[in-house]
């Protein structure tokens, strides 16, 4: 996502109220669940998704999302590919183009999921971190850890650069995030995870692919 200083805010806050109760994860079972007022809180299993499986990815309910929510001109589509990392069979697909729009000011595309429509929140404090699969083209993008306690949408974030054709694995610690500059500072505590997106990173981008597979939790 590139958005000016003034812009910023904004900008991340209509992609993040289009995510909020829009998307889920399916493959996240937990092991203890706690309720506070209409929100669940769940101890999660290790796994998140590995896009194994019949599942679809209405199923899976990840959403492509764009800059086309505030007029821009940025492209996005995701499926699930028959090419999963680590021997795995398969693994899901986000590509297109990065497109200065009519707000020169907002480019960005990408994909996300939310935890059972934004009905759910993950306490992770059990895990050191997450860790998943990518392989890319040369450029750079950024996984976003939405927090309920982040009400201004400047989540904590991770930058990488994935090899071109080539999958590696990313092990990225909870304190390894950090959280976007110019919202309210909020300290990470992960009892309140809401889900995971992944989005490129400035532009424009003529043509972008991101790959990404067997999205964990560890220890």
Not at 6 to 25: D, H, N, Q, T, Y
Not at 126 to 151: C, E, H, M, Q
Request: charged share 20%; net charge positive.
């Amino acid at each position: 996502m590139f958005c000016s200083v003034k812009r910023l805010i904004s900008c991340a806050a209509v992609v993040a109220l289009m995510l909020l109760g829009v998307f889920s994860v399916v493959q996240g079972d937990s092991t203890s669940t706690k309720t506070t007022a209409a929100v669940k809180t769940v101890v999660p299993k290790v796994k998140i998704v590995d896009f194994e499986g019949k599942s679809t990815l209405g199923q899976l309910s990840w959403m492509a999302v764009t800059d086309s929510v505030m007029q821009g001109k940025s492209k996005a589509a995701i499926s699930i590919v028959p090419e999963g990392a680590a021997g795995t069979k398969q693994s899901l697909k986000i590509a297109g183009s990065v497109i200065i729009g009519s707000n020169p000011y907002v480019m960005f595309a990408g994909a996300g999921s939310r935890f059972e429509g934004g009905k759910t929140i993950y306490d992770v404090t059990s895990y050191t971190g997450i860790k998943f699969w990518a392989k890319g083209d040369g450029n750079t993008y950024r996984i976003d850890l939405p927090a309920a306690a982040v009400t201004d949408f400047m989540f904590h974030s991770f930058s990488f650069t994935p090899p071109t054709g080539e999958w590696k694995e990313y092990k990225i610690p909870f304190n390894g995030f950090k959280q976007m500059p110019y919202g309210k500072k909020v300290q990470w505590t992960g009892t309140d995870l809401q889900g995971v997106q992944f989005f490129t990173v400035g532009g424009p981008i003529e043509k972008f692919l991101l790959q990404v597979d067997e999205i964990e939790f560890y220890k």
